[in-house]
Protein backbone atom coordinates (compact mmCIF):
# COMPACT_ATOMS: atom_id res chain seq x y z
CA UNK A 1 0.00 0.00 0.00
CA UNK A 2 1.39 3.16 -1.20
CA UNK A 3 1.32 6.18 1.11
CA UNK A 4 0.01 9.46 -0.35
CA UNK A 5 0.63 13.38 0.46
CA UNK A 6 -1.53 16.20 0.70
CA UNK A 7 -0.08 19.24 1.57
CA UNK A 8 -0.46 19.20 5.53
CA UNK A 9 -1.26 15.22 5.71
CA UNK A 10 0.10 11.70 4.56
CA UNK A 11 -2.30 8.96 3.81
CA UNK A 12 -3.02 5.19 2.50
CA UNK A 13 -6.95 5.49 2.10
CA UNK A 14 -8.60 2.45 0.01
CA UNK A 15 -12.00 1.18 0.02
CA UNK A 16 -13.52 -1.36 -2.10
CA UNK A 17 -17.15 0.02 -3.62
CA UNK A 18 -19.97 -1.78 -4.76
CA UNK A 19 -23.61 -0.48 -6.39
CA UNK A 20 -25.88 -2.17 -8.72
CA UNK A 21 -28.22 -0.48 -11.43
CA UNK A 22 -31.84 0.31 -10.19
CA UNK A 23 -34.15 -2.94 -10.08
CA UNK A 24 -30.45 -5.11 -11.02
CA UNK A 25 -31.77 -4.42 -14.73
CA UNK A 26 -28.64 -5.59 -16.60
CA UNK A 27 -28.18 -2.23 -18.98
CA UNK A 28 -24.43 -1.47 -19.25
CA UNK A 29 -23.29 -3.74 -22.58
CA UNK A 30 -21.61 -2.45 -25.40
CA UNK A 31 -21.29 0.92 -25.69
CA UNK A 32 -23.09 2.52 -22.71
CA UNK A 33 -20.70 0.21 -20.55
CA UNK A 34 -17.38 1.74 -22.32
CA UNK A 35 -18.96 5.56 -21.22
CA UNK A 36 -19.82 4.58 -18.17
CA UNK A 37 -16.54 3.41 -17.51
CA UNK A 38 -15.24 6.57 -18.74
CA UNK A 39 -17.93 9.20 -16.79
CA UNK A 40 -16.34 7.32 -13.96
CA UNK A 41 -12.65 7.59 -14.70
CA UNK A 42 -13.15 11.37 -15.39
CA UNK A 43 -15.31 11.61 -11.50
CA UNK A 44 -12.80 10.23 -9.80
CA UNK A 45 -9.57 12.13 -11.90
CA UNK A 46 -11.91 15.59 -10.84
CA UNK A 47 -11.56 14.26 -6.70
CA UNK A 48 -8.17 12.92 -7.26
CA UNK A 49 -9.30 9.74 -6.92
CA UNK A 50 -7.22 6.54 -8.05
CA UNK A 51 -8.68 3.61 -9.57
CA UNK A 52 -6.88 0.68 -8.50
CA UNK A 53 -8.92 -2.14 -10.13
CA UNK A 54 -12.52 -2.26 -11.10
CA UNK A 55 -15.65 -3.90 -13.04
CA UNK A 56 -18.35 -2.96 -14.73
CA UNK A 57 -20.64 -5.56 -14.78
CA UNK A 58 -24.02 -5.00 -16.89
CA UNK A 59 -25.70 -4.42 -13.57
CA UNK A 60 -23.23 -3.43 -11.01
CA UNK A 61 -20.07 -1.53 -10.31
CA UNK A 62 -17.01 -3.09 -8.47
CA UNK A 63 -14.49 -0.05 -7.80
CA UNK A 64 -11.17 -0.59 -5.67
CA UNK A 65 -9.88 2.71 -5.28
CA UNK A 66 -7.16 4.94 -3.42
CA UNK A 67 -8.59 8.24 -2.31
CA UNK A 68 -7.19 11.63 -0.25
CA UNK A 69 -8.09 12.47 2.89
CA UNK A 70 -10.18 15.53 2.15
CA UNK A 71 -12.59 13.14 -0.10
CA UNK A 72 -15.77 11.90 1.98
CA UNK A 73 -16.44 7.95 0.95
CA UNK A 74 -20.50 9.27 0.58
CA UNK A 75 -19.28 12.44 -1.30
CA UNK A 76 -17.24 10.15 -3.67
CA UNK A 77 -20.04 7.54 -4.15
CA UNK A 78 -22.45 10.85 -4.83
CA UNK A 79 -20.60 12.36 -7.36
CA UNK A 80 -18.90 9.01 -9.27
CA UNK A 81 -23.67 8.00 -9.16
CA UNK A 82 -24.83 11.23 -9.85
CA UNK A 83 -22.65 12.27 -12.46
CA UNK A 84 -22.61 9.08 -14.55
CA UNK A 85 -26.26 8.65 -14.48
CA UNK A 86 -27.12 12.67 -15.61
CA UNK A 87 -24.32 11.78 -18.72
CA UNK A 88 -25.58 7.95 -19.33
CA UNK A 89 -29.71 8.84 -19.43
CA UNK A 90 -29.27 12.56 -21.39
CA UNK A 91 -26.75 10.70 -23.85
CA UNK A 92 -28.56 7.11 -24.40
CA UNK A 93 -32.29 8.06 -24.84
CA UNK A 94 -32.97 4.03 -24.56
CA UNK A 95 -31.68 4.11 -20.60
CA UNK A 96 -33.80 7.09 -20.17
CA UNK A 97 -37.44 4.87 -21.24
CA UNK A 98 -35.91 2.50 -18.82
CA UNK A 99 -35.61 5.04 -16.13
CA UNK A 100 -38.30 7.49 -16.63
CA UNK A 101 -37.83 8.72 -13.05
CA UNK A 102 -34.20 9.63 -14.18
CA UNK A 103 -32.54 7.36 -11.30
CA UNK A 104 -29.70 4.90 -12.91
CA UNK A 105 -28.46 3.50 -10.17
CA UNK A 106 -30.15 1.78 -7.22
CA UNK A 107 -30.41 3.32 -3.84
CA UNK A 108 -27.32 2.67 -1.72
CA UNK A 109 -23.75 1.15 -1.81
CA UNK A 110 -21.18 -0.92 -0.49
CA UNK A 111 -18.00 0.32 1.15
CA UNK A 112 -15.64 -1.79 2.80
CA UNK A 113 -11.68 -0.38 3.79
CA UNK A 114 -9.16 -2.99 2.54
CA UNK A 115 -7.14 -2.39 5.76
CA UNK A 116 -8.91 -5.60 7.00
CA UNK A 117 -8.03 -7.46 3.92
CA UNK A 118 -5.44 -7.43 1.64
CA UNK A 119 -5.33 -5.72 -1.64
CA UNK A 120 -4.19 -9.20 -3.35
CA UNK A 121 -7.21 -10.47 -1.83
CA UNK A 122 -9.34 -7.55 -3.66
CA UNK A 123 -7.76 -7.66 -6.81
CA UNK A 124 -7.89 -11.38 -6.98
CA UNK A 125 -12.14 -11.34 -6.63
CA UNK A 126 -12.10 -8.24 -9.27
CA UNK A 127 -9.46 -10.47 -11.56
CA UNK A 128 -11.77 -13.12 -11.69
CA UNK A 129 -14.23 -11.23 -13.79
CA UNK A 130 -11.30 -11.12 -16.40
CA UNK A 131 -12.78 -13.29 -19.35
CA UNK A 132 -9.74 -13.71 -22.12
CA UNK A 133 -8.26 -10.48 -23.97
CA UNK A 134 -11.44 -9.24 -25.02
CA UNK A 135 -11.82 -5.34 -25.00
CA UNK A 136 -10.17 -4.98 -21.70
CA UNK A 137 -6.56 -6.09 -22.85
CA UNK A 138 -4.07 -5.46 -20.15
CA UNK A 139 -7.21 -2.59 -18.29
CA UNK A 140 -7.22 -2.51 -14.73
CA UNK A 141 -10.49 -1.12 -14.91
CA UNK A 142 -12.37 -4.33 -16.80
CA UNK A 143 -15.80 -4.57 -18.81
CA UNK A 144 -17.30 -7.54 -18.31
Known sequence: MQQRRGSHSVYALQVHLVFITKYRRKVLRGEVQERCRDLIRQSCDALDVRILKGVVSSDHIHLHLSYPSKVAVSELVRR???????????????????????????????????????????????????????????ENFILE
Open 80 to 138: IKGRSARKLLLEYPSLKKRYPGGHLWGIGYGAWSTGAITDEMVNEYLEHHRHGEGPNGT
